[in-house]
């Protein structure tokens, strides 16, 4: 029986109090299995990224439960067990690319050598080798999106959660991205969620959950 990594029951998140509230997610239940590869998908500002926010345990919900049975309390998730690869600019400035890739493998513990090696190898597979020893502020914004990717990864999270990661990049790009996710999440039997508005994304993963008026659907192919 496969692991349940998280479990979310009456799940909602309200921003701002009385009058100016503004509901991003209400009443989700769901559960995210061991070997899941889940595209999420709505309109822009349905919540999609609140969704994965709470998921990753960078935010707390306004009302409901969410657990991370196979992992732990929330305080466990990162660095290591999970990971988000986010939707805009997330690298340190102060780091290179290299270096920015490698922190999560350092700071979960990782010996250096380990966690440089780790680093290099995604960053080699990414195309981002030219821009290993650069700043972030040095190189494109394409290529900061395959970074943060590559930073997601590096540490071998149980949960990998991303956030239109090809929404900066062209086509054939886009897709050598995916290819790289899908073979590591494969290789470690680690779980996928990817919020995009990206069909091509979409048709690669097996299950569809969808934001729709701040409520989540889940359980629905991708192949229907």
Do not use: Y
């Amino acid at each position: 029986m496969t692991d349940v990594l998280v479990r979310a029951e009456g799940l909602s998140r309200v921003f701002g109090h009385g009058e100016s509230a503004v509901t991003a997610i209400a009443d989700a239940t769901f559960e995210v299995r061991e070997g899941d590869r889940i595209a999420l998908i709505g309109p822009s500002g349905s919540g999609k990224s609140s969704l994965l926010h709470l998921i990753a345990g960078l935010d707390v919900p306004s009302g409901g439960v969410i657990e991370w049975p196979a992992i732990g309390q929330r305080e466990d998730l990162r660095p290591g067990p999970v990971a988000l690869a986010f939707q805009g600019p997330s690298l340190l400035p102060p780091l290179t690319v290299a270096e920015n890739v490698a922190l999560p493998g350092l700071l979960a513990g990782r010996p250096d050598r380990v966690a440089t090696t780790a680093a290099q190898a995604l960053i080699e597979r990414l195309g981002l080798s030219d821009v290993a020893g650069k700043l972030p502020e040095e190189i494109s914004g394409g290529q900061a999106q395959r970074a943060g990717m590559a930073r997601a990864l590096a540490s071998g999270p149980r949960l990998v959660l991303a956030d239109e990661p090809t929404g900066q990049l062209d086509r054939k790009t886009a897709a050598e991205l995916m290819d790289v996710l899908i073979d590591q999440v494969a290789s470690t039997g680690a779980s996928l969620i990817v919020a995009t508005h990206d069909d091509a994304v979409v048709e690669r993963l097996t299950l569809r959950w969808t934001m729709n008026d701040r409520r989540l659907e889940t359980g629905t192919p991708c192949s229907l």
